[in-house]
């Protein structure tokens, strides 16, 4: 899937984001970085600091908890 002109910005903006949060965090601390545009189903724009396979567990173990636990009230 290629990006759009807009998707080219927002990842562009995401990699400096991600810069500066590597250099911010301890080391051995890993992150993932989600965005997307609202009212676009699948289009979501995804960084990180670790590999596909640890970030898509990461993701499951986040979505078992948001689902067993509520998270999302704190906004």
């Known amino acids: 899937m290629e990006?759009?002109?807009k998707e080219k910005i927002i990842n562009s903006k995401m990699q400096?984001?991600?810069k500066h949060i590597d250099n911010e965090l301890p080391d051995n601390c890993g992150f993932i970085l989600l965005a997307y545009e609202f009212n676009r189903e699948g289009r979501l724009i995804y960084a990180s600091n670790t590999n596909r396979d640890d970030a898509a567990n990461l993701m499951k173990e986040w979505l078992d908890?948001?689902?067993?636990e509520k998270y999302g009230k704190d906004i």
């Open 3 to 5: 990006f759009s002109e």
């Open 16 to 18: 400096n984001i991600c």
């Open 65 to 68: 908890k948001v689902n067993k």
